[in-house]
C-alpha cells in the first residue's frame, strides 16, 4: 500500500565507494525526509525538503547530500562510504503544515 | 528542547492480554502527538494521531491513545493484543520548527 519507495531495500558494498539511495513518491507531497535509523534508537533526521531545490540538514550530522530537483524524487548520495555509514536509512514524505509523515520500507545499507 | 520518552525498551504480553505502551513528551506548547508501529523490514505506518479535541484518540488496527497534558502523556492501549501486532512501536511529537521527534521505541513480543 505504500506511495512511497525506496530502493534498493538492501545493499551491502566496500569502503570508499560512491552510493546513491533512491526515494520516490506518488502522492505530490511537498515536504519530504530523510531519517537513519539504528537499532533501539530513535530516528535521526538527517535531511529535509519543503520543495523542489529546497534541501536542509536535520539534527544529525551526516557526510550525505541530497538533491530536490522534481517534487517526487528525493535521493541521497554518499560520496565515498565508511562502515560508520552502516544503518537503515529511511525516506519520509508529507503535505506542509503538521501533517503525519508516510515513510518507506527503508534502505539497509552494510559498508564493508 | 524537545523530546520524546518510551520508558520501556521491551515488552511482552500474552496474546489476548491487554496491552498499555507509555509515552512521555518534553514541549512547552500544545503538541502534536502520534504513534506509529514498525514491522520487521517495513518502514513506519501512523496508527493515530492527536492534533486536539477529545484527547482519546481511536486508531487502525484497534488500538486507542490517550493524551493526559497534566502528565504529559499519551499511552498507547489495546485490549486485546494479537500476535500480528508484535513490531516496533515509535512514539512521535511535532517540535517547534515541525520537525517530527521520535522516541526511541518500545518492541513488543506476544507470546502465544
Known amino acids: 500500500e505504500a506511495d512511497i519507495y525506496q530502493t534498493p531495500r538492501y545493499l551491502v558494498i566496500g569502503t570508499g565507494k560512491k552510493i546513491t539511495l533512491e526515494c520516490s513518491q506518488t502522492m505530490g507531497h511537498d515536504k519530504m525526509y530523510w531519517y537513519q535509523q539504528d537499532p533501539g534508537m530513535e530516528l535521526h533526521l538527517i535531511h529535509y525538503?519543503?520543495?523542489?531545490?529546497?534541501?536542509e540538514k536535520g539534527d544529525l550530522s551526516s557526510e550525505s547530500t541530497v538533491s530536490r530537483i522534481r517534487t517526487e524524487h528525493f535521493p541521497l548520495t554518499l560520496e565515498s562510504a565508511r562502515p560508520s555509514h552502516t544503518s537503515q536509512y529511511l525516506c519520509?514524505?508529507?503535505?506542509?503544515?503538521?501533517?503525519?509523515?508516510?515513510f518507506g520500507d527503508g534502505t539497509r545499507l552494510s559498508i564493508l | 528542547a524537545q523530546s520524546v520518552t518510551q520508558p520501556d525498551i521491551h515488552i511482552t504480553v500474552s496474546e489476548g492480554a491487554s496491552l498499555e505502551l507509555r509515552c512521555n513528551y518534553s514541549?512547552?506548547?500544545?503538541?502534536?502527538l502520534f504513534w506509529y508501529v514498525q514491522s520487521p523490514g517495513q518502514g513506519l505506518q501512523l496508527l493515530l494521531k492527536y492534533f486536539s479535541g477529545d484527547t482519546l484518540v481511536q486508531g487502525i488496527k484497534g488500538f486507542e491513545a490517550e493524551f493526559k497534558r497534566s502528565q504529559s502523556s499519551f499511552n498507547l492501549r489495546k485490549p486485546s493484543v494479537h500476535w500480528s501486532d508484535a513490531a516496533e512501536y515509535f512514539c512521535a511529537v511535532v517540535a517547534e520548527n515541525n520537525d517530527m521527534r521520535f522516541g526511541a521505541g518500545t518492541r513488543l513480543t506476544v507470546k502465544p
Open positions: 519520509a514524505s508529507s503535505e506542509q503544515g503538521v501533517r503525519p509523515q508516510h
Open positions: 525538503s519543503y520543495g523542489v531545490n529546497s534541501t
Open positions: 514541549y512547552g506548547a500544545t503538541p502534536y
